[in-house]
C-alpha cells in the first residue's frame, strides 16, 4: 500500500498501480527472447529434386481478333462479320478450343460490343481470351502526343 501526502493527517489509500516491476519483467523477458531466437534457428539438409520438365511452348503465331473503329471485324488479316467470326476462328485454330485468343479493340468502340465478341467466343467454347492493350512507353511519339492532347 501507498500513502498519499495531503493537507489532512490521515493517509489515504492510492490506487495506482505500480508498474516498474511489470516493466522490469519485460525488459528481462525481452532480453531472454533476443538471446534465445538466433539459437533457434537449425539448418536442416533438404534434397529439393530437380524440375525436369521443359519450358511451356509458347505459341508460334497468336491468334488475333480485332474490332475496328467502324465496328468491322477481322480474325488475324482476314475480315469477318459476326456471324461469319466462329468459322473464321475455327479455321484459325484448327478447330483447337484450347487456343488463347488475344481480342484488340479500337478505344472508341462501346463496350457492349467488346462483350458481344467475347460472348460469341465463349458460345464456340473459346475460353482462353486475352484483352491486348497499348503500352504508352512503348508508343510512338506521335501517338504519345495525341494521348497527351486528349487528356
Known sequence: M???LSDSDDFEENHDINITPFIDVMLVLLIIFMVAAPLSTVDI???????????????????FVTIKEDLTLAVGELPT??????MEIGIATGMARDTRLYIR????IPYGELIAVMNILRGEG??????????????????????????
Open 105 to 108: 479493340a479500337d478505344k472508341s
Open 45 to 63: 539438409p533438404v534434397e529439393l529434386p530437380v524440375a525436369v520438365a521443359d519450358a511451356p511452348v509458347r505459341p508460334s503465331e497468336p491468334v
Open 81 to 86: 462479320t459476326k456471324e461469319g467470326l466462329p
Open 2 to 4: 501507498a500513502g498519499r
Open 126 to 151: 473459346y475460353l482462353k481470351v486475352g484483352l491486348v492493350g497499348l503500352d504508352e512507353a512503348a508508343a510512338p511519339p506521335e501517338a504519345a502526343e495525341t494521348a497527351e492532347v486528349s487528356q
